[in-house]
C-alpha cells in the first residue's frame, strides 16, 4: 500500500525528520497515523489493499471518512471494501465512509455527497479577495450533514465550501396557479 508516512516508521512508531515534519506541517495527524497502522495491519488480511493508496482521514461528528488515491478502488472488490469498513468500524466505533480521491474537486464532492444529487457548482468571489464554492444538494437524498461534507472538502482539497439545498417551492406555486380556474 502506498503510504504519505514511511512504513518503517508507523510500524515502530518512531518519525523520521522528513515523516516527523508532514506531522508539524499540520499534513496528518494522530488519527491519520493510527488509519494507516491499521491499514497495514489489515493488509496481511485483504492482500488487495497493496493495491491502494492512502490520502487523508477526517473524523466529523457522526463519520470518519477515509480518502483513499484516485483510481485505486478499482482493485478492491465490495467484499473488501465491506470487510474494511467492518474493521475500522469496530476498532472506531463509528460510522466509515471510504471515497476516492479525485483531481476534479465536482466529481470529489459527488463521491462525498453521494447517493445525494448535485444539482449545481458554482464559484463565489467575495469582496475581500477569497473564493468560496457553493453546491446545491438535491435535499431529498442527503444523507450527510452539510458540516461533515464541508469539513472533508476543507481538510482534503483546501477549498471553502457553502452548501444549499434544492428550493421546490416555485414549482408547487406554478401548479396551483395553473389549477385555478379562470373567473369570467
Same mark, same amino acid.
Given at each position: 500500500?502506498?503510504?504519505?508516512?514511511?512504513? =518503517?516508521?508507523? @510500524?515502530?512508531?518512531?518519525?523520521?525528520?522528513?515523516?516527523?515534519?508532514?506531522?508539524?506541517?499540520?499534513?496528518?495527524?494522530?488519527?491519520?497515523?493510527?488509519?494507516?497502522?491499521?491499514?497495514?495491519?489489515?493488509?496481511?488480511?485483504?492482500?488487495?489493499?497493496?493495491?491502494? #493508496?492512502?490520502?487523508?482521514?477526517?473524523?466529523?461528528?457522526?463519520?470518519?471518512?477515509?480518502?483513499? $488515491?484516485?483510481?485505486?478502488? $478499482?482493485?478492491?472488490?465490495? &467484499?473488501?471494501?465491506?470487510?474494511?469498513?467492518?474493521? =475500522?468500524?469496530? @476498532?472506531?466505533?463509528?460510522?466509515?465512509?471510504?471515497?476516492?480521491?479525485? @483531481?476534479?474537486?465536482?466529481?470529489?464532492?459527488?463521491?462525498?455527497?453521494?447517493?445525494?444529487?448535485?444539482?449545481?457548482?458554482?464559484?463565489?468571489?467575495?469582496?475581500?479577495?477569497?473564493?468560496?464554492?457553493?453546491?446545491?444538494? &438535491?435535499?431529498?437524498?442527503?444523507?450527510?450533514?452539510?458540516?461533515?461534507?464541508?469539513?472533508?472538502?476543507? $481538510?482534503?482539497?483546501?477549498?471553502?465550501?457553502?452548501?444549499? =439545498?434544492?428550493?421546490? #417551492?416555485?414549482?408547487?406555486?406554478?401548479?396551483?396557479?395553473?389549477?385555478?380556474?379562470?373567473?369570467?
Amino acid at each position: 500500500m502506498e503510504l504519505p508516512i514511511c512504513t =518503517f516508521d508507523l @510500524k515502530s512508531g518512531i518519525l523520521c525528520p522528513r515523516c516527523e515534519e508532514k506531522i508539524l506541517r499540520g499534513l496528518y495527524d494522530d488519527l491519520d497515523i493510527k488509519i494507516m497502522k491499521l491499514l497495514i495491519d489489515l493488509e496481511k488480511e485483504l492482500p488487495k489493499l497493496a493495491k491502494t #493508496g492512502y490520502v487523508k482521514t477526517v473524523d466529523s461528528a457522526d463519520t470518519v471518512y477515509i480518502i483513499l $488515491k484516485e483510481d485505486t478502488l $478499482k482493485y478492491i472488490d465490495q &467484499d473488501t471494501v465491506y470487510a474494511l469498513k467492518k474493521k =475500522f468500524r469496530e @476498532k472506531l466505533a463509528k460510522k466509515i465512509k471510504i471515497i476516492e480521491d479525485d @483531481k476534479n474537486l465536482s466529481r470529489f464532492i459527488e463521491k462525498l455527497v453521494a447517493p445525494a444529487r448535485i444539482i449545481t457548482i458554482n464559484k463565489i468571489w467575495l469582496p475581500d479577495g477569497s473564493e468560496e464554492m457553493r453546491v446545491i444538494l &438535491d435535499r431529498m437524498r442527503n444523507l450527510q450533514t452539510t458540516s461533515s461534507v464541508i469539513e472533508v472538502v476543507k $481538510k482534503v482539497k483546501h477549498v471553502n465550501l457553502r452548501i444549499d =439545498f434544492e428550493k421546490t #417551492g416555485w414549482l408547487e406555486r406554478k401548479v396551483k396557479i395553473s389549477e385555478k380556474k379562470p373567473t369570467t
